[in-house]
């Protein structure tokens, strides 16, 4: 069944604790998070909107100074 409401946002606040911890066991270690998000935001996508999961993205990127692809 299809969700009406728009798309749900799993946002898991303890992910930048275990990339953290990795970084402590391998601190040269290159850590990529790859997948279909189908997230929207202003600073990569070219229509101009963003939506919360794009917000949520850009935040959790600058938190642990990630760059975000697209």
């Known amino acids: 069944m299809k969700d009406v409401a728009g798309p749900q946002v799993h946002y898991r606040p303890d992910l930048s604790r275990t990339l953290e911890h990795i970084l402590s066991l391998y601190p040269f270690a290159e850590i990529s998070i790859l997948g279909d998000f189908n997230i929207h935001h202003l600073l990569w996508l070219s229509p ?23």
């Not at 963003?50 to 760059?67: E, I, Q």
């Open 48 to 70: 101009p909107f963003t939506d919360h999961p794009g917000d949520l993205a850009l935040s959790f990127a600058r938190a642990t100074g990630a760059t975000p692809y697209s």
